[in-house]
């Protein structure tokens, strides 16, 4: 087992980094987002700086140059996904969650594949997602490798007929425990795309009182090592995030850093994304009225831009936990991937009802239960294109090579293009006329764009595009 003296997290190095660099320069922190537009990872001293600003001026620079960045590096789109759960059966006993072991409040249930299939028919027929995240509930036996790898057969073989086209789940990222080499090695068969795990909290004392022992999950070092086990397995993709509101934010977003910066030095590439969950109340969980150290608004305005900068190359997910007011102040920050019309009730999207939210079912509670129309139409309005684009998974665009395109800001070009191509699969089978007709020049903005800034890719698009109207579907950069 790992030790704090051989770990890369260190609670004694990082309080020092945050005592040692308070009242920053406004040239320091100028300097500081001068290189993070350059895309280059941060130092932790260098994003201990920028907890520790107080300057209301240089935060807005600071929020400003977040948005640069994200465009730098992923253009101007948001990238979709939907939620499903799979199962609520725990072994663990989190004291801050809603699925933890000893609450008897929850119904406990497992999908079948048959349940499944239901539920993706919905997803991918009737509502238009191309992205799910698959969440299990930590227990060996109804969330064993075998079952999960089956879950993404199951997904993947699913095709169904739209009003155009038809609708499929193109790329299913999974959130379960902390896996072996060897498991992680059948996830990577099975066709994963992005490996989450969160740490929940990096500080290695709070974690243990939060995280009562007997349990896999109770082992600090087996979790915080599970991406490096993943890169090692040979997954090309991982996602990192804390649960802000367990511990101090300040310390957390340190964790993430080093995380980062490890990866990096470790295999070469950082994590594929990073999320920002927030504690939100659950059904009989009294700790999220206990905890005194919720995240406010502005405080979690701040940890988005201060992770934009700091690992400026990483995609961002900010979910439905968020309510719709924040979270349209949070596209402006560097945000690249948000859920839309998400239930995360077991078996809740096939019974076709509103999002009636269901305690006794969920893990917490969400805030933002907009539709993913809705969600496109407040985009579209911004100026921003929703995309569904999974085409660099397919043809190559992953790992080590992905980071390399979007540090030097080449990915851009492919997520304009295929932004624009599978928006407009998703206008043609999915959009209501009236969405249709005020989407319609955002499309025509976004292909104006590239006739003069993207003069040789052109003419594909065009072809492309016109292949889409007719039917066509999954082209793709």
């Known amino acids: ?84 759960y799979c199962s609520n059966f725990c072994e663990n006993d989190c004291v801050y969650c ?118 896999k999950k109770s082992d600090y070092y087996w979790r915080l090592y599970c991406m490096h086990r993943a890169l090692e397995a040979g997954i090309d993709d991982v996602g ?7 511990y101090d934010w300040k310390f957390e977003v340190m964790g993430l850093v080093y995380h980062a910066i490890e990866l990096e030095r470790c295999f070469g590439i950082g994590p594929h994304t990073v999320s920002f969950p927030r504690l939100q109340p659950a059904i009989n969980t009294d700790f999220y009225y206990k905890t005194t150290y919720k995240v406010t608004d502005y405080e979690l305005k701040k940890i988005i831009a201060i992770v934009r900068l700091a690992i400026p190359y990483t995609g961002m997910i900010l979910t439905a936990r968020e309510n719709k007011e924040f979270r349209d102040i949070a596209v402006n920050l560097g945000i690249t991937q948000m859920d839309a019309s998400s239930k995360i009730g077991l078996g809740e999207y096939s019974k076709d009802t509103e999002n009636q939210q269901k305690p006794h079912l969920q893990q917490f509670i969400l805030s933002d239960e907009r539709s993913l129309e809705e969600l496109i139409l407040d985009l579209a309005r911004k100026g921003m294109i929703t995309s569904f684009c999974t085409s660099g998974y397919r043809c190559g665009r992953i790992g080590d090579k992905i980071m390399n395109l979007l540090k030097c800001g080449k990915e851009a070009v492919f997520c304009k293009l295929n932004a624009i191509l599978t928006f407009k699969e998703w206008v043609d089978d ?6 249709k007709k005020e989407v319609s020049p955002l499309i025509e903005k976004e292909i104006q764009e590239v006739k003069q800034k993207l003069p040789k890719w052109y003419n594909l698009l065009v072809e492309y595009y016109e292949r889409i109207s007719k039917g066509e579907r999954d082209l793709y950069f």
């Not at 001026?57 to 789109?77: C, G, H, P, S």
């Open 430 to 435: 999915f959009a209501s006329e009236e969405t």
């Open 240 to 246: 990192i995030g804390v649960l802000f509101g367990l």
């Open 1 to 84: 087992m790992k030790t704090l003296q051989t770990t890369f997290i260190s609670p004694e190095e990082i309080f020092e980094k945050l005592k040692t660099n308070t009242n920053p320069s406004k040239q320091k922190i100028r300097e500081i987002i001068s290189k993070a537009l350059s895309i280059q990872t941060l130092l932790p001293e260098e994003v201990a700086c920028l907890i520790n600003l107080k300057d209301e001026e240089l935060w807005q620079e600071i929020f400003d140059a977040a948005l640069k960045i994200k465009k730098k590096v992923y253009d101007n789109r948001i990238v979709t996904f939907a939620p499903l």
């Open 98 to 215: 809603g699925f933890r072991r000893s609450n008897y409040m929850v119904e406990r249930k497992k999908l079948s594949y048959e349940d499944i299939k239901k539920e993706v028919e919905i997803l991918a027929g009737k509502i238009g997602h191309k992205r799910l995240i698959v969440v299990f509930g930590e227990h060996s036996y109804y969330s064993n490798i075998d079952h999960i790898t089956k879950v993404l057969q199951v997904i993947y073989s699913i095709k169904v007929k739209t009003k155009n086209g038809y609708g499929n789940i193109r790329r299913v990222n999974v959130n379960c425990a902390p896996l072996s080499v060897e498991e992680l090695k059948l996830l990577k068969q099975a066709g994963i795309g992005t490996y989450q795990v969160f740490q929940e909290t990096y500080h290695p004392e709070v974690y243990k009182k939060l995280h009562p022992g007997n349990t």
